[in-house]
């Protein structure tokens, strides 16, 4: 679209190619209205992008978003995607040394297996059904929650009356996760394994009486009615490139390398200015649908900006010759990188690394946690690179507010992609470096974002992966019918922040285009 075009109308303009905005384009494009989504780089996709990031290597990687399980079907369904998960047999895998022994626990390839793995690990039958009555519980939750997503907002009572069990309400919704975890199991490793749900992308303690981990926790096991983390087929980037053509065929505008620059509205319309390479422009619109971060939002529209966000976490992306072997005889490095690979994630770790962390100190045992894409998908490697047995690996660091990065960037990255794989090292049989496959340049591959990357990549605040502090999936004071609405009437944030925002679900786009086609 020509930056000198002049001011044309649309009946919607979505500020912000990402997943949410193409979820919005389409259904509104499928509904008849006429569309245009601006999107300020050269591609669509946002965070969920495959990109290929070493040179020479044919390596299609989930670059930033990487795991689907809040997506509902019903937007797959409703959109007509051509897109697919695979589901991981394996759930987790978690190494330790008990005894001056090396050994793990390994949770899936059956129930049979899980029992035994527990049993070997704790010397009893205890924790399991502990765990199964724990998961039993939050899947249960799962199928009442996960369904109200793409409802109107219900009310805090009425979600309570949905869930209709006292107990689960109690344990997600009023205390401090940490007290579910502590009262129901025993074993230092296992009430790790349980609590990491409730810290990806959050900084917070067990016990933080904010209960913003609750939040997390919450959102981390009712994807999909049952908390299954899925591999997209092809890589993330397939599911934004079959939602952007899902788009244009309904009939959107898509419009890369325009950057919105302003909203000016009255709350009946609106004009949304952008620039390009080649000049400036502006499109009227009766809606406009951000999809970007509050802050973004604020600034865009002149309003006062929301309190500042903070992510916590460090990506790492690699590519592996082979698998490394483990130290724990009994486990098949096959199965343990296809579920996901907790390091140094014991529950008095977590606590410890997050008092380093708020003391304003790298953890000095930095938990994270790993998981192998190309073995459930092979199809994101070249055919040469999976015949040779390449795969790949995504490291997910916990623990890591923006604020420790301040100070020296570059220099705090490689100090703690350092301490991290070092970790890693010491559960290996081998080195993780003697695995490295190198680029076309000879560097190994091997790639690390901080938040402060994530912020100056992809504008995320503060590098937070949320955008801001996850909602409770209930209305309150000012979240409107949907929790998209703002306090202009026809501007509607539909990205991350929104309520019931976060992750890969395209449920804020679901959301934003249902508030728009419930007004005319």
């Given at each position: ?6 001011t044309r109308a649309y009946d919607a303009v979505i500020v912000g ?25 050269d591609h669509t996709g946002g965070a969920a992008v495959s990109t ?210 302003r909203i000016d509205t009255d709350g009946h319309t609106a004009e ?249």
């Open positions: 679209m020509p930056a000198n075009e002049g190619g990402g997943h949410n905005g193409l979820v919005a384009a389409a259904y509104l494009a499928r509904a008849g209205r006429s569309v245009l989504v601006l999107e300020r780089l290929r990031p070493f040179a020479g290597v044919d390596a299609r990687l989930s670059r930033y978003s990487y795991l689907v399980s809040l997506l509902p079907q019903k937007i797959v369904s409703d959109l007509g995607l051509d897109f697919r998960l695979r589901s991981r047999t394996i759930s987790s895998y978690t190494p330790v040394e008990r005894d001056g022994r090396p050994t793990g626990l390994l949770v899936g390839g059956g129930e049979q297996r899980t029992r035994e793995a527990f049993t070997r690990l704790t010397g009893g039958e205890r924790e399991y059904d502990a765990w199964q009555r724990f998961y039993g519980m939050t899947g249960q939750v799962a199928q009442r929650v996960f369904p109200t997503l793409t409802e109107p907002l219900p009310t805090r009572d009425e979600l309570r009356r949905r869930i209709d069990d006292e107990t689960a309400w109690r344990a997600l919704f009023e205390e401090p996760i940490g007290v579910a975890v502590e009262g129901r199991f025993s074993d230092d490793l296992v009430r790790g394994v349980v609590l990491t749900d409730a810290l990806i992308g959050t900084f917070a303690d067990a016990h933080d009486p904010s209960l913003a981990q609750n939040r997390c926790f919450l959102y981390h096991v009712i994807g999909g009615g049952t908390g299954a983390w899925d591999v997209p087929v092809g890589g993330m980037g397939a599911l934004t490139d079959a939602l952007a053509a899902a788009a244009r065929s309904a009939g959107a505008v898509i419009a890369t390398g325009h950057e919105v620059v949304v200015a952008y620039r390009t390479a080649d000049g400036e422009g502006a499109a009227a619109a009766r809606h406009v649908l951000v999809n970007a971060s509050p802050q973004a939002l604020a600034a865009l529209t002149g309003d006062t900006s929301p309190e500042p966000a903070e992510g916590a976490q460090l990506k790492v992306n690699m590519l592996l010759t082979r698998l490394p072997k483990l130290r724990d005889p009994d486990a098949d490095p096959r199965e343990a990188f296809a579920g996901t690979f907790h390091i140094a994630e014991g529950y008095r770790q977590l606590a410890t690394a997050h008092a380093q962390a708020a003391a304003g100190e790298l953890p000095a045992t930095p938990p994270s946690e790993i998981y192998c894409h190309s073995l459930t998908d092979p199809t994101i490697l070249g055919p040469d690179l999976a015949e040779r047995g390449y795969q790949t690996l995504t490291l997910f660091g916990l623990h890591t507010p923006a604020r420790l990065f301040d100070r020296d960037n570059d220099a705090v990255r490689e100090e703690l992609l350092k301490s991290t794989l070092a970790q890693l090292d010491a559960h290996l049989a081998e080195p993780l470096a003697d695995c490295l496959a190198t680029d076309a340049d000879g560097r190994p591959c091997i790639e690390a974002k901080t938040p402060l990357d994530l912020e100056r990549d992809l504008r995320l605040p503060g590098g937070n992966i949320f955008h801001r502090a996850l909602s409770w999936p209930y209305a309150q004071e000012d979240t409107g019918r949907w929790g998209v609405e703002t306090r202009h009437t026809n501007v509607l944030l539909c990205g991350a922040g929104a309520v019931r925002g976060g992750g890969v679900s395209g449920v804020p786009g679901h959301n934003a285009a249902m508030a728009v086609l419930e007004r005319n």
